[in-house]
Structure formats: C-alpha cells, structure tokens
C-alpha cells in the first residue's frame, strides 16, 4: 500500500525531527570537540604524547555529557502530566510526541554505553601512553609520576580513574538489569538497580571536576639577530640561554624561536659551547631569508595579527616594512614598527 506523506508527517513528523535534531547535536559536538583536541594549539603538548586517544577520549566525553543532562527529562512524570494536562503545549502533535518519552530515554541510555565504551577504550590507551611517553619536560601534563609506571596505578589511584571505574560499575548494573527477561521476571531489580543514578550523578561531578587537562597555548615570539662578528653575541648569550632554560622549565619550549645570523665566520666555534649549547642550533652563516620566514609566520599564524619589530638600520627597516605589506595567501596581517639608528 502506498504511504500517504500527509498522514506520514502528521504522524511521524515531529518525531522524526527531534530525532534528527538530537542526532545533529550529537555528531556536531564529537566532531567540534575532535577537531579541538586534534588541532587546537593549546593543546599541542598533550596531543603530542597521547595521540589519538586523547580526541577520542575527549569527544565521547562530550557526547556522554549532553546525552547525561537529557537522559533524566523523559523520566520526569510530574514535568510531562504538567506538560499534558496544561495549555503550555497547544499543538497535539507535540503532545503526542510526549508519549514518546521512554524511547528517547532508552535512545540516550543506549548512545551513553556505546560511548562509555570508547571513552573507557580511549582511557586505558592514554594511561599507557601516558606511562609509555613520559617526559620531564612536561612534569605538569604528565599523569604518570615516572616513565613505565604501571598504568593500571593511574586507574586507580587518580579521582578521575577511580569514579570512572566506579561509573562503570554502576552502569553495568543499570544496563542488565533493564534487559526485558530481568524487568518481567523482577521488577525490584530494574527498580532498585535503576535507582543508582543518584550514585551515577554524583561520580560523574567527582570525575568531571577532577579531570584536569591542562591547556598551552603556543604564542610564538620570533627573535632574529644579524650580527657582522661572533663578539656581538657574546653579551647577549647568556640572557637567551636564561630565557631558553625558563621557557623549557614552564613547558612552553616554542614560545621563543631564536635566530642568529653570522655575516663573518671567524671565531664562531667560540660561543658553541657547553654553556651556550641552547643556541648551537640556533646560530646561521649569512643573512634571513625574510620572505620564507615571513610566509612561515602567516602559515602558522593564520587570519591573526602578528606585530613586526625592527630595531636596525635603514635598509633592512625598508624590507622588512615592504613585506609587512604584502599581501599573503593565509589572510594574516602584518603591523609593523620600528626603531631605526641610522
């Protein structure tokens, strides 16, 4: 028989909608929240040491917290004979959606174990990873106290660990006991078990509010410094080694990109030492290459506005001007500014 589409929606309509906007949510927040812990600079350090696992442990975090808060409504009997009995909801198809309450509990009770799956999957690959990775560099973004801890310690001896364990648990013990076989053969199982989510909630604020990711955000400060001879540098050294040291100390080893330039190569091997070795690395023959630094800069800085400081003489203080002007393909912008001594 041929389905009438005007019955159809009248029908099947405003369902179908709420399910779409609900699935829409859903997906857009896994994805936005992905893509965050994928790509976003602030959270580079982490990203660097656990990988995927931390964008997926992240994005079904999100979902299980939108599908936590929605879950309990379609169980709030005296919000919907509210809801039914009062002329706050006029359209009938919208009444009638009421009805639906317990398939969209279940709906969200099932999108929620399928996520804590893979939360808990993309749990147990970071406290390996975390173990596996460990790097003194980064003492504050490390969960694990020492490289190979055991992981199954952080598991259990973290906050968030443990009541993830616990939320487990009392989730195992919801799902089974709303089995059908369970509710026909003893609803006081279903009924007391069903209760948990008193217990449920109360981990959840305990392991939300102990799982502490740490953001860092990676401003970068360009240093370039042309000098004619090695002797220039000398009384400069020791404050970039002293800032090199500091910055790696606070884990933000990228903040400062250091360049210098050498136009004579007599005495270079002089400031390559072991109290300079930071800046061995650093230290180039010749002069910049400013248009790929530039081009690099607006890559990595995107639609932003970077500052350009000159401190020089005339000549470089007009190219670098010139190239603060021109226009590049990442939509960043360049101000410029200067200190000009001859």
């Given at each position: 028989m041929a389905?009438?589409?005007r019955s159809w929606l009248a029908n099947e309509g405003v369902k179908h909608l709420c399910l779409f906007i609900w699935l829409s949510m859903n997906v857009l927040l896994f994805w936005k929240t992905f893509l965050l812990y994928n790509q976003g600079p602030e959270y580079h350090y982490l990203h660097q040491m656990l990988g995927l696992g931390l964008c997926l442990s992240r994005a079904s975090a999100s979902v299980l917290n939108l599908n936590c808060s929605l879950i309990l409504l379609p169980m709030c009997r005296t919000l919907l004979a509210y809801l039914r009995g009062s002329q706050k909801v006029p359209s009938r198809r919208?009444?009638?959606?009421?009805?639906?309450?317990?398939?969209?509990?279940?709906?969200?009770?099932?999108?929620?174990?399928?996520?804590?799956?893979?939360?808990?999957?993309?749990?147990?690959?970071?406290?390996?990873?975390?173990?596996?990775?460990?790097?003194?560099?980064?003492?504050?973004?490390n969960a694990a106290r020492y490289r190979d801890e055991d992981p199954r310690k952080l598991l259990f001896t973290t906050v968030p660990g443990l009541t993830g364990v616990c939320m487990v648990v009392v989730l195992f013990l919801m799902i089974t006991?709303?089995?059908?076989?369970?509710?026909?053969?003893?609803?006081?199982?279903?009924?007391?078990?069903?209760?948990?989510?008193?217990?449920?909630?109360?981990?959840?604020?305990?392991?939300?509010?102990?799982?502490?990711?740490?953001?860092?955000?990676?401003?970068?400060?360009?240093?370039?410094?042309?000098?004619?001879?090695?002797?220039?540098?000398?009384?400069?050294a020791d404050l970039l080694c002293m800032l090199h040291n500091k910055f790696w100390q606070e884990n933000r080893p990228d903040y400062v990109n250091i360049q210098l330039y050498l136009s004579q190569t007599d005495g270079i091997q002089k400031i390559i030492g072991e109290k300079y070795h930071a800046l061995n690395s650093r230290l180039f023959i010749g002069r910049p290459r400013w248009k790929l630094l530039f081009d690099e800069i607006a890559k990595y800085n995107r639609g932003?506005?970077?500052?350009?400081?000159?401190?020089?003489?005339?000549?470089?203080?007009k190219t670098l001007h010139k190239l603060s002007n021109q226009k590049n393909s990442y939509e960043t912008r360049f101000e410029y500014n200067k200190e000009s001594f001859s």
């Open positions: 389905v009438s589409w919208t009444r009638r959606l009421l009805d639906k309450s317990r398939t969209f509990h279940i709906t969200c009770g099932v999108t929620i174990c399928i996520f804590s799956g893979v939360h808990v999957a993309a749990h147990l690959v970071n406290a390996l990873n975390f173990s596996v990775n460990y790097n003194e560099d980064f003492v504050e973004l006991a709303s089995t059908y076989a369970i509710r026909v053969s003893n609803y006081d199982i279903f009924w007391y078990t069903h209760n948990l989510f008193f217990v449920f909630y109360m981990l959840l604020t305990l392991h939300v509010s102990g799982d502490d990711w740490k953001p860092y955000k990676l401003r970068r400060l360009y240093f370039i410094w042309v000098c004619r001879d090695i002797q220039s540098f000398r009384w400069f932003k506005t970077v500052g350009v400081f000159c401190c020089g003489p005339n000549s470089l203080s």
